[in-house]
């Protein structure tokens, strides 16, 4: 099986919505990417928590760059079945 090798700039990543398929929620756009700069691979992508409280110390969901199963022409698509992320729309 061949495997077919896509290139993104990271401005096309961040305009991108990124759904949950486990659950088919739109959990947002990508607000920043952790990246391992001596491997050259990203780590994982970060979303806004709409759930800001007063004591929330963080304001960001991390889904680990292995839980993204397919970047399409304008969705990500991450298994989000054993994440802590709560359903919006």
Known sequence: MKMELSMYSIGN????EVIDLSTGAKLGFIKDLKVDCDQYK????????????WFSKNDSIEIPWSKVTKIGIDVILVDGS???ISNRE
Do not use: D, E, T, V
Request: charged share 10%; net charge positive.
């Open 82 to 84: 054993g994440l802590a």
């Open 13 to 16: 990543i961040r305009s991108m």
């Open 42 to 53: 990203i780590l994982s992508i970060l979303l806004p928590n709409q759930k800001i409280s």
